[in-house]
Antibody, heavy 119, light 107 residues
Framework: QVQLVQSGAEVKKPGASVKVSCKAS????????MHWVRQAPGQGLEWMGI????????SYAQKFQGRVTMTRDTSTSTVYMELSSLRSEDTAVYYC????????????WGQGTLVTVSS | DIQMTQSPSSLSASVGDRVTITCQAS??????LNWYQQKPGKAPKLLIY???NLETGVPSRFSGSGSGTDFTFTISSLQPEDIATYYC?????????FGPGTKVDIK
């Protein structure tokens, strides 16, 4: 069965970086795109960007350009999202979610990773 | 960026009621719209894709319609397990954007 398993919760200080992983199983890793979506406490869903695990190409939301890096490791079927220069407003649950095309519905989601930014 | 609005922001209905949520896009997105359900502490779950297609395994009381800029999501007979927040999402253009959500609870 399809599973997206994310790394555990993180606590970071302002200005630090965080790297969240999302390990895929149960399907051909390179056949689906992977999105990253975040949700601040009590708030809605915010799309951060997308990576094509096949070639590694990425597209980021303008808001995160220069601060976010999405990568993948095809040998372990894992995608990573690194966010730098963290500030308190980055405190959120971060989700990975796959889609068959770059523009398509996300049918499977990871369980979410809480990142807390606090001094 | 394409802006998505939803109404109402919250609603309270009785078990068995018909519930309707609307979603409006700031420009024509054809049928490139999805609906997700999110329960507290859980990841979003895809219910409807391409505006009107029911995702496999989703109960038939959920439905979607619309195209262009105006879309509707309906629960034909509200059940206690439908208590959640519902989000529309457009994928016509990057960046993908979500509506602000509609919180549904039981009266």
């Amino acid at each position: 069965q399809v599973q997206l398993v994310q790394s555990g919760a993180e606590v970071k200080k302002p200005g630090a970086s965080v790297k969240v992983s999302c390990k895929a199983s149960g399907y051909t890793f390179t056949s689906y795109y992977m999105h990253w979506v975040r949700q601040a406490p009590g708030q809605g869903l915010e799309w951060m960007g997308i990576i094509n695990p096949s070639g590694g190409s990425t597209s980021y939301a303008q808001k995160f350009q220069g601060r976010v890096t999405m990568t993948r490791d095809t040998s372990t079927s894992t995608v990573y999202m690194e966010l730098s220069s963290l500030r308190s407003e980055d405190t959120a649950v971060y989700y990975c979610a796959r889609s068959l095309h770059i523009a398509a519905a996300s049918d499977y989601w990871g369980q979410g990773t809480l990142v807390t930014v606090s001094s | 960026d394409i802006q998505m609005t939803q109404s109402p922001s919250s609603l309270s209905a009785s078990v068995g009621d018909r519930v309707t949520i609307t979603c409006q896009a700031s420009q024509d997105i054809s049928n490139y719209l999805n609906w997700y359900q999110q329960k507290p502490g859980k990841a979003p779950k895809l219910l409807i894709y391409d505006a009107s297609n029911l995702e496999t395994g989703v109960p038939s009381r959920f439905s979607g319609s619309g195209s262009g800029t105006d879309f509707t999501f309906t629960i034909s007979s509200l059940q206690p397990e439908d208590i959640a927040t519902y989000y529309c999402q457009q994928y016509d253009n990057l960046p993908i954007t979500f509506g602000p959500g509609t919180k549904v609870d039981i009266k």
